[in-house]
């Protein structure tokens, strides 16, 4: 009987329990026997997957959704035989609104694709002055950048866009999702998708429109999902299901096993072999190991194997967030609809953005229960999240009454801090990775992944862990592979 290889998995978040529920699966098609072991340093797997049940109220922590349009995360539902509880964003109150000069917007359907749906309500939004209006739609005119350069985002924007709609609109919604600062953000390695629009259809939005043709067939069909989707019973439901199957496709899954160390020794010819020192004292053997940990908790292991790649690891930096979930009586809140709304930074607010989480989603509150949830930190906001729980929440609260007129006190309050967390992709950022690829060329089976690499997004790390996954089993059986080797 050919003797099972051994791989370890370092962290418990959705990247190292993808990596390993794609690792089953292609190792099973290689015909590969393998004994897999995750290791975990806190006391719950998911990572920032975080899902709280009190009584009728479901708040998460961390993420509440992921987007349908990337089909990782759809096909591991699926695979997991929990697709009947995907449900869509309440689509009876779609809208969404940004703060603009201290007053509420809405913003136009189908901005987040740049083809609005209708042009009146969007000439009659606010949002933009005659100019600025003007500028956005000359987009199409605007010819296309250098395609050998790294761009910020917010280099992008303004050049295609102009710096009215950039700084009123596109900051908010584009570098939101990062917390991070678009002036340092890469577009390449944020939203590669804009670059390849341009250099392709030579506008943005003439590519989104050639896109949306296609997307319309998609999006028709019986199983129409929204832009965003959940779980019924809140994403804790995606890392239950995932444990479960794991454990019972025999996968090992240790929780408090902190990893302090990483040491290799030769194995056999070309191959090595991996030993992990925890911090208990005990030690655990591998011919193959995933790091799906933050970037800087993988340079201190790998800097004793490769200074190269432990320096490159400490250039990705991370940042710091907050999410703060309130109820309030719903008939005491008056003026309250769609799914919320964003806060650019020349507004220069403590609030970044708020959810109506009871609004957008079904299944979060009872009927008599307003849910909201509050964003604050990010890059170059981060001081805010120095204060207790108690400050924290009443800042929160100071912004709702100021901005929405929501005066009552909050029957639940609940903090959920995300310290140096988010992962921020800033220019040079894919040819740091390029070096990294290269420094860990000379080990076989160490490989790299999770959000601090290749999208921060729950089918991003999915989509991810299964090319790690794929790398695994290549160097187990021997394989060189044509795709990446470490990250």
Request: net charge positive; hydrophobic share 40%; aromatic share 6%.
């Given at each position: ?56 109220i ?65 000439l ?42 950039y ?13 991070g ?70 996968v090992?899954l ?40 933050p ?51 020349v ?23 307003l ?24 800042k ?8 929405c ?37 000379r ?29 695994v ?15």
């Amino acid at each position: 009987m050919t003797r099972p290889r051994t791989v370890v998995i370092v962290g418990g978040g959705i990247s190292g329990l993808a990596t390993a529920f794609s690792l089953l699966e292609r190792a099973s098609t290689a015909g590969l026997s393998l004994r897999c072991t995750i290791l975990e340093a806190d006391s719950s797997w998911g990572g920032k997957i975080v899902t709280h049940r009190i009584g009728d109220i479901v708040t998460e922590a961390g993420p509440d959704s992921f987007l349908s349009q990337k089909p990782a995360g759809l096909e591991l539902c699926t695979k997991l035989g929990i697709a009947d509880q995907l449900i869509n964003t309440n689509e009876t109150v779609k809208k969404a609104c940004v703060l603009s000069k201290g007053r509420m917007c809405d913003l136009p359907e189908g901005l987040l694709s740049f083809t609005p749906r209708q042009l009146k309500p969007f000439l009659s939004s606010g949002l933009l002055t005659w100019t600025g209006l003007a500028r956005m739609g000359l987009e199409i005119a605007v010819p296309p950048g250098p395609s050998r350069e790294d761009e910020s985002l917010a280099g992008f924007l303004r050049r295609r866009f102009g710096s009215q709609a950039y700084e009123r609109v596109l900051e908010p919604l584009m570098a939101g999702i990062y917390a991070g600062d678009a002036e340092q953000m890469s577009l390449r390695a944020t939203f590669p998708r804009f670059f390849e629009l341009e250099q392709q259809h030579g506008s943005v939005v003439r590519g989104m429109l050639e896109a949306k043709k296609t997307a319309s067939t998609v999006l028709s069909g019986p199983r129409r999902r929204t832009m965003f989707v959940s779980l019924k019973n809140g994403l804790g439901d995606l890392v239950t299901a995932l444990t479960q199957r794991l454990r019972e496709q025999g996968v090992e899954l240790q929780l408090g096993k902190r990893v302090d160390a990483l040491r290799v020794r030769s194995h056999e010819l070309g191959r090595w072999m991996y030993d992990l020192i925890l911090q208990d004292g005990s030690a655990l053997s591998a011919e193959s190991v995933v790091l799906t940990t933050p970037a800087y908790v993988s340079a201190d292991l790998l800097r004793p194997l490769t200074p190269i790649a432990g320096g490159v690891l400490d250039l990705i930096p991370y940042t710091s967030t907050a999410t703060i979930a309130m109820t309030f009586p719903r008939a005491m809140v008056r003026g309250v609809e769609g799914f919320g709304f964003i806060i650019p930074r020349v507004e220069q607010r403590d609030l970044i953005a708020a959810t109506w989480t009871s609004l957008k989603w079904p299944h979060r509150a009872p009927a008599d229960q307003l849910l909201v949830r509050g964003y604050v930190g990010g890059v170059g906001r981060e001081e805010i999240l120095q204060l207790d729980d108690a400050a924290l929440t009443a800042k929160v609260q100071t912004e709702l009454a100021a901005l929405c007129g929501i005066s009552v006190e909050p029957t639940y309050t609940e903090v959920n801090r995300w310290w140096k967390a988010m992962p921020q992709y800033t220019l040079g950022h894919l040819d740091r990775l390029a070096q990294l690829d290269a420094a860990m060329s000379r080990y076989p089976g160490l490989v790299l992944t999770g959000a601090g690499y290749r999208g921060v997004g729950i089918p991003d790390c999915i989509r991810d862990g299964a090319t790690a996954a794929e790398r695994v089993v290549q160097d187990l059986s021997g394989g060189t592979g044509s795709g990446r080797r470490s990250v």
